[in-house]
């Protein structure tokens, strides 16, 4: 049974955020990828495409989401689906937050700068 104790999961930085990768492809979830991020207060994603969709769910604070021309204001407990192709990102609120994102392993971010990256943890 394959069993992650919260201190074997993996942590990197990226643009100020601290993201924990729950699960992932190199680790036993074949088809999932499952993480954390803690996002500072008035921290951010910045604005970005995937090949596959994904699930954000706040899990503390609060955020303000940009999907498409749509934004919404999710607080914990919310969720958004983001279809795959379409822009978004998101801002913290000024206590900062807390959220969980599920996406298929290897999704690849595409970036507005024309680059392309499999973040680690989603491999």
Do not use: Y
């Not at 008035?42 to 940009?66: M, N, Q, S, Y």
Request: charged fraction near 20%; hydrophobic fraction near 45%; glycine fraction near 14%.
């Amino acid at each position: 049974m394959p069993v992650e104790h919260a201190n074997d999961h993996p942590t990197f930085e990226l643009g100020g955020n601290a993201i924990t990768s729950l699960a992932a492809p190199a680790r036993g979830s074949l088809e999932v990828a499952l993480f954390r991020t803690e996002l500072p207060a008035g921290g951010g994603i910045p604005p970005h495409t995937h090949d596959h969709f994904d699930i954000f769910v706040v899990l503390a604070g609060d955020v303000t989401f940009h999907l498409g021309d749509e934004i919404a204001e999710l607080a914990a407990g919310d969720s958004a689906v983001v279809p795959i192709g379409v822009r978004h990102h998101l801002e913290a609120g000024t206590g900062g937050a807390t959220i969980l994102v599920a996406m298929l392993g290897g999704t690849r971010m595409l970036r507005e700068d024309g680059s392309e990256l499999v973040p680690e943890w989603v491999r």
